[in-house]
């Protein structure tokens, strides 16, 4: 009788749009694991694997993944010896930080869980194959900072001459098509009028919103652009508040362009401002102009609700949804004339929702959500003086709690581990503080060290000479 071992496929993408087109990242990883599980049952070796779950991570870069919530969910699998073979396609897929990887390889070791990497011949059962394992993982965090601080130090030098930065040009503005002049936009001549127009009429009607809607009246759309790798067209949405918001700040209509530099006295990142290599659409007295309205705009009007702090509890967030579009509603909130009264409401923030482009557009689907949460409380109340309903509502209350509690111990064993690591790091400072001279500046440093780490486990330093610690 063959044993069995079931095998959790572990597949990853630090970018969501990686998942959506046809024969994407996630689905081609997800396949090359489950041919490798077929080659391996092919030969006859008295093992049988099966797949058992597979793990998606996207939108999650490599050195987040080891924090993320699919990681301790298959923690607690493996915990639960639900999972004995981990399998990705290669090591990056699992993550890219070092200390992270070392954690997990222990939960790999002290279960005896297989790791297997599709694209490496690695045996990771001896010492030698476990060291080289997380050299790899080093490397592989080597190869993203060299290539991280790269792409950062082009971009800063590519500010300082004043090119422009970005995959996608701005409403007014083409990218130029010839590639030797890369960086150097090219003013589009239908376009640029809409932005000069979206200027003057905010000096006049004060507010993102007014302008949004007199574009939107006119026929005015925002920026689209063809892709040049995927020839895939985007943009061409309403012209929302938020895209008159960005536009009115945006100084690339001034001829400017914004970019991150590093500080040489402090190290620190500063943003700076270098002369654009593009004709302006935009003079600086009319952008100062703009720029001094919005600002006593801003100080004069605002959501009275969150200028305030008050916070509004929503009880039906989670379960309203668009009936035009299925979208679930978020929630908004507005005041009186009087700028006094505050009104919530539950509203489809969805740009393709049908009552938005059918005629109603710029207003959106939206529902007062006082009312509807007060129906909803005296629908609980009734239910609440029924036995029935509150053991129907005790059990899915039970049922949730159930389903979350794995999720939570994930997160707990992996808080557990650190700080059991920073209890042992803590522990091997304390003997040396007792190697050291006490008037030495190496003294003061591993003091000052060790009260750090006291306050990050939840103790505190002890007061005067002599330390002690809790």
Known sequence: ????????IVVRVSDSRQATHEKNTIDLQIAEARKFIETKNFNDTGIEYQEYKVYKLIGISGSKSFDSQQFDELDMDIDLERVKVVICTALDRLGRDVKGFISFWDVLQDN??????????LDTSTIVGSMLLIVLMALSKLE???????????????????????????LGYDLNPDPTYAGRL??????????????????KLGSDKKVAVLLTNLGYKNKRWQNRQTKKWNGGGVITHSVIRTMLTNVTYT????????????GESVEMTAPGVWPAIIDDDLFKQVKEARRKAYSTKGNIAKRHGVKHFNLLIQVVFCKYCGEKMKVTSGTSRTNKQVYHYYSCSNNDCSYYLEGNSPVRNSVNSDELDEVAYDILAQVLLSDEKVSEFTSELNKRITEEQPKLQGKLKRLTGKRTVVSDERLDLMKSLGKLDKDSSAFSETENEIDKMSMAMGGVPHPGGGRGYH
């Open 186 to 203: 090219v003013v589009n001549p239908q376009e640029a009028p809409i932005v000069e127009l979206a200027f003057k009429e905010y000096l």
């Open 112 to 121: 005896h869980v297989e790791l297997i990497i599709t694209r490496m011949s």
């Open 1 to 8: 009788m063959r044993t069995v071992k079931k095998c959790a």
């Open 255 to 266: 001829s400017l362009r914004k970019y991150n530099d590093i500080d040489p006295d402090t």
């Open 144 to 170: 993203l900072d060299i290539k991280t601080e790269r792409n950062k130090a082009s971009t800063r030098a590519r500010g300082k001459v004043g090119l422009y930065n970005g995959h996608r040009p701005i």
